[in-house]
């Protein structure tokens, strides 16, 4: 199984650590509308931006991920 960014586990982190979207967004130089789509899985931040979103949240990258499972063909 490999580890994908999770925009649930992004919602999870930004919650429990009391951060709103438009300030989590102000920090990471990005709007609160990519911020809402990351959380819904919409779309997945660059990796620039992921350690910035991490760094922001005062998390490691790894906490914005979850397992995956392999999709059998």
């Known amino acids: 199984m490999a580890r994908q960014f999770s925009g649930r586990r992004l919602r999870e982190v930004r919650t429990a650590s009391g951060i709103p979207v438009e300030l989590l967004a102000l920090n990471v ?27 922001s949240l005062g998390r490691p990258v790894d906490d914005l991920l979850a397992e995956e499972e392999a999709h059998a063909a």
């Not at 990796?47 to 991490?54: C, D, E, G, S, T």
Request: hydrophobic share 35%.
């Open 29 to 55: 130089g990005r709007s609160a509308y990519s911020i809402h789509e990351y959380e819904l899985g919409r779309v997945t931040p660059p990796i620039n931006v992921l350690a910035r979103i991490a760094d």
